[in-house]
Antibody
Framework: QVQLVESGGGVVQPGRSLRLSCGASGFTFTGFGMHWVRQAPGKGLEWVAVISYDAFNTYYADSVRGRFTISRDNSKNTLYLQLNSLRAEDTAVYYC??????????????WGRGTMVTVSS | DIVMTQSPATLSVSPGERATLSCRASQSVSSDLAWYQEKPGQAPRLLIYGASTRATGIPVRFSGSGSGTEFTLTISSLQSEDFAVYYCQQYNAWPPLYTFGQGTKLEIK
């Protein structure tokens, strides 16, 4: 079935780095843009970044631009998020999500269950 | 940036009754509006996109309406499994900058 599974979360000290992964199955990964969305404890959803189906285009929220990098390996059906210079306010559950369409102007129709990132000394 | 404001923050409704949730955009987003349902420990689920189109597998008791800056999600007859947090989201901005509302918690009265 259609599925997204995140991994790579954990506890990390401020200023350090972490790489999250999201494995996709059950759909044509190469046909869709992919997103990362996060949710801080007790808070709402915050969009983080998007990458086009061909990896040519990437866009970021102001809160992470310059620190986080989204990428994808279409040969492995996997999405990544490199988190650098982590701050306490980056503590959140990180979800990957699939774009409904192919043009980055659509809703997110498939979500993973998330991976927790805790930034703490 | 486009700011999405949901109301009320919490809505208490009895099972079998109708629930109406509102979402307002700080500027027009045309019909580029989605609604999501979130339950504890589960992935968010897409309910409505294009302001009024039900996503695959979503029951007909969920309906969306509106365009421009004012949107509504209606659940016609609440079932026990519908008590959750609901978010609206705009995807109209270009370059892409997707924003969510702060959520409405739908609780059992």
């Amino acid at each position: 079935q259609v599925q997204l599974v995140e991994s790579g979360g954990g506890v990390v000290q401020p200023g350090r780095s972490l790489r999250l992964s999201c494995g996709a199955s059950g759909f044509t990964f190469t046909g869709f843009g992919m997103h990362w969305v996060r949710q801080a404890p007790g808070k709402g959803l915050e969009w983080v970044a998007v990458i086009s189906y061909d990896a040519f285009n990437t866009y970021y929220a102001d809160s992470v631009r310059g620190r986080f990098t989204i990428s994808r390996d279409n040969s492995k059906n996997t999405l990544y998020l490199q988190l650098n210079s982590l701050r306490a306010e980056d503590t959140a559950v990180y979800y990957c999500a699939k774009d409904l369409g192919g043009n980055l102007s659509d809703a997110f129709d498939i979500w993973g269950r998330g991976t927790m990132v805790t930034v703490s000394s | 940036d486009i700011v999405m404001t949901q109301s009320p923050a919490t809505l208490s409704v009895s099972p079998g009754e109708r629930a109406t949730l509102s979402c307002r955009a700080s500027q027009s987003v045309s019909s580029d509006l989605a609604w999501y349902q979130e339950k504890p420990g589960q992935a968010p689920r897409l309910l409505i996109y294009g302001a009024s189109t039900r996503a695959t597998g979503i029951p007909v008791r969920f309906s969306g309406s509106g365009s421009g800056t004012e949107f509504t999600l209606t659940i016609s007859s609440l079932q026990s499994e519908d008590f959750a947090v609901y978010y609206c989201q705009q995807y109209n901005a270009w370059p892409p900058l997707y924003t969510f509302g702060q959520g409405t918690k739908l609780e059992i009265k």
